[in-house]
Nanobody, 111 residues
Framework: QVQPVESGGGLVQAGGSLRLSCARSGILFKLIPIEWYRQAPGKQREWVAALTFSGSTNYADSVKGRFTISRDNAKNTVYLQMNSLKPEDTGVYYC?????WGQGTQVTVSS
């Protein structure tokens, strides 16, 4: 399986924004459901957002209204726009394309 590659993480102050990217090669990319997860230190990995091939989106209650998931099929890339970031958003963010997981990208939100 082709592994997706995340990027865009970093250190940001509370209230700031980041945009994560998840790139995956493959001609069937546009048909693959995409999900973002995150794992805070000492906690279990939790689901954050999902995007179906038809464009439907779903979000965890904790990020609803602040995060937006979208895709650019021409670039085989999915994005997670994160606004109004909070310290509790800190963690490693993982992209899941179908059944393939990326390596993750670190997001740190300082108070």
């Amino acid at each position: 399986q082709v592994q997706p590659v995340e990027s865009g993480g970093g250190l940001v102050q509370a209230g700031g924004s980041l945009r994560l990217s998840c790139a995956r090669s493959g001609i069937l990319f546009k048909l693959i459901p995409i999900e973002w997860y995150r794992q805070a230190p000492g906690k279990q990995r939790e689901w954050v957002a999902a995007l179906t091939f038809s464009g439907s989106t779903n979000y965890a209650d904790s990020v609803k209204g602040r995060f937006t998931i979208s895709r650019d099929n021409a670039k085989n890339t999915v994005y997670l726009q994160m606004n109004s970031l909070k310290p509790e958003d800190t963690g490693v963010y993982y992209c899941k394309c179908g059944e393939s997981w990326g390596q993750g990208t670190q997001v740190t939100v300082s108070s």
